[in-house]
T-cell receptor
Framework: QQQVKQSPQSLIVQKGGISIINCAYE??????FPWYQQFPGKGPALLIA?????SEKKEGRFTISFNKSAKQFSLHIMDSQPGDSATYFC????????????FGQGTILTVHP | ETGVTQSPTHLIKTRGQQVTLRCSSQ?????VSWYQQALGQGPQFIFQ???????GRGNFPPRFSGLQFPNYSSELNVNALELDDSALYLC???????????FGEGSWLTVV
């Protein structure tokens, strides 16, 4: 019940294209869904997060879509740039577990110039 | 910059030894969590400290232990190191009532 499943494992996109990464969760107690971006040798950096009271949240080129009934959420990166090349992790947390996140397996995004 | 600082950044230990990793949380954050990230994997929750007490633990053995100090900084101790303990250890801080969690850059531990 604690799993978060992320797909695809890797993604190659051309510059200017849209990158889409999907996640599914099982625990209905989760009420906080962040996305983290991680560059090699660095810690995860918070990118954008959503709570289940909204179905979409947009910050610049990054958008989270959330489907509570399907227990799925996704990250869309519009106008993808080579600098976006990194590993992206979805995570889920909340309920009574303040500060504890369950992470997906990660998606390696490569944006070709 | 998240304001979460960790030390040391890299270290190499021998199997069976003990290691202590340190973390200073972001200003105003009273909760510290530790995560282990193996190569090519997502971070795995080890445990969390709030008000100097352990407040939740993941699926890690007792040889993983920690401390939180009155200034909210924290230590992660690992005894009897095993080869599989080789990983990036991440400290994360948050404010108790919220869920926005910020990570440090991590400490790379290699066990040989």
């Amino acid at each position: 019940q604690q799993q978060v499943k992320q797909s695809p494992q890797s993604l190659i996109v051309q510059k200017g294209g849209i990158s889409i990464i999907n996640c599914a969760y099982e625990n209905t107690a989760f009420d906080y869904f962040p996305w983290y971006q991680q560059f090699p040798g660095k810690g995860p950096a918070l990118l954008i997060a959503i709570r289940p009271d909204v179905s979409e949240k947009k910050e610049g080129r990054f958008t989270i879509s959330f489907n509570k009934s399907a227990k799925q959420f996704s990250l869309h990166i519009m106008d993808s740039q080579p600098g976006d090349s990194a590993t992206y992790f979805c995570a889920a947390g909340g309920g009574t577990s303040y500060g504890k996140l369950t992470f997906g397996q990660g998606t390696i995004l490569t944006v070709h110039p | 910059e998240t304001g979460v600082t960790q030390s040391p950044t890299h270290l190499i230990k021998t199997r069976g030894q003990q290691v202590t990793l340190r973390c200073s949380s972001q200003s105003g954050h009273n909760t510290v969590s530790w995560y282990q990230q193996a190569l090519g994997q997502g971070p795995q929750f080890i445990f969390q400290y709030y008000r100097e007490e352990e407040n939740g633990r993941g699926n890690f053995p007792p040889r993983f232990s920690g401390l939180q100090f009155p200034n909210y900084s924290s230590e992660l101790n690992v005894n009897a190191l095993e080869l599989d303990d080789s990983a990036l250890y991440l400290c994360a801080s948050s404010f108790r009532a919220g869920n926005t969690i910020y990570f440090g850059e991590g400490s790379w531990l290699t066990v040989v």
